[in-house]
């Protein structure tokens, strides 16, 4: 039996709804295995400013801190978009996370399963059999640079700065990756006209001299963003910076169908953290909609990567995929095919998933 304290971070809009049931996931798995894991739930983004005037207290970093593993959901509200003066904002308590716990690789896996083939946009014999493990650097770049106004605030800039063992630490963590996988790393810069772009290529040539094993490709990341959408099967891993990823991954997400199918891993030297890559979402928090699979399997990767509990990851993968082969979905997945007693809400859905649980 292993015992680990969890700390549950559901943050603002529909991260509330999809949380609790990834939290249920968890626990169910817990059970089922004999684990004891114990939670503690702390406030991120608007709600925390809302509460506490600030979006990430010193005392719910620290209780994260402290923790095995972080489930969060996400941050964000309407007010601060419609606002771009506001000094506070929901999205510096997800930066100030990440900064902290030292969360300087973000997993992003765009596997497609095959029931959603359908649910993209993009033609399914282009789409099948795609499976890309993207890392995305998460503490450098644009994001953390200096940044500011000048000319009486009529020009505004955003430093982009990468430190060489920024490079390192984040590309040794995919090369690693690739050795697991298909040996098959490309890596995704601009240095054809960007320095830290032209730094980010050197240090990764350097570093292939210790993996001859992986076939290494570099692109520039906007002829990586064209062959994502022509041929996503030629990827593997792809490793690029913070911006880039950013933008790429939310462009892979077509892949799977919809952003509600991605899981995203955060992780460093110590404590992990696993979310959904998809937003707050305003729009639609409160009516029961939100597709709580990218927050299930952002639970699955918790248990694999943070508690090195395999066999329970891959049962929470299995009982997505069942579901999935049984028809269910919800909205965002759906397409002509389904039908309308099929397509489920967040509750409705998360209820299936730990029925399915049960029987496995």
């Known amino acids: 039996m292993a015992q680990k304290h969890i700390v549950i971070a559901p943050g603002d809009g ?3 709804e999809v949380t609790a049931v990834g939290k249920k996931v968890v626990e169910k798995i817990a059970a089922k295995f004999g684990h004891e894991f114990t939670y503690d739930e ?3 983004g608007h709600l925390s400013i809302e509460a506490m005037g600030s979006p990430l207290t010193d005392d719910a970093l620290e209780t994260m801190r402290n923790s095995d593993a972080v489930l969060f959901g996400a941050v964000g509200h309407p007010k601060y978009d419609n606002d771009p003066t506001a000094q506070m904002r929901p999205e510096q308590g997800l930066f100030r996370m990440r900064k902290e716990l030292g969360l300087y690789a973000n997993l992003r896996p765009i596997k497609l399963f095959d029931e959603l083939l359908g649910a993209s946009s993009i033609k399914p014999e282009v789409l099948k059999g795609a499976d890309i493990l993207f890392f995305r650097e998460l503490t450098g770049d644009v994001y953390f640079g200096e940044k500011g106004r000048k000319n009486n605030g009529n020009t505004a800039y955003d430093m982009a700065e990468y430190s060489r063992y920024e490079v390192e630490r984040i590309a040794r963590k995919a090369f690693e990756a690739a050795r697991t996988r298909r ?6 810069d601009k240095a054809n006209v960007m320095e830290t772009g032209r730094l980010w290529r050197e240090v990764v040539q350097k570093m292939s001299l210790d993996y001859p094993d992986i076939e290494v490709e570099h692109q520039y990341a906007d002829a990586t963003a064209m062959l994502l959408i022509k041929d ?3 990827f593997d ?8 990823g950013d933008i790429l991954t939310d ?9 509600g199918m991605l899981a995203s891993a955060s992780i460093g030297d110590g404590t992990g953290v696993y979310e959904p890559i998809h937003g707050s979402a305003h729009d639609i928090t409160g009516k029961g909609v939100a597709n709580p699979i990218a927050s299930i399997l952002s639970a699955a990767l918790l248990l694999d990567i943070s508690f090195g509990m395999k066999e329970e990851s891959e049962m929470v993968i299995k009982a997505v995929d069942n579901l999935l082969k049984a028809g269910y979905r919800t909205r965002d997945i759906a397409d002509s095919q389904t039908s309308s007693d099929k397509i489920l809400g967040t509750e409705a859905i998360g209820k299936l998933v730990l029925t399915t649980l049960d029987d496995l």
């Open 14 to 16: 529909i991260g509330q």
């Open 42 to 44: 702390v406030l991120i």
């Open 183 to 188: 040996k098959k790393l490309c890596s995704a």
């Open 232 to 234: 996503p099967r030629r």
């Open 237 to 244: 891993v792809i490793v690029t910076a913070n911006l880039f």
């Open 251 to 259: 462009e892979a997400s077509q892949i799977a169908g919809s952003m």
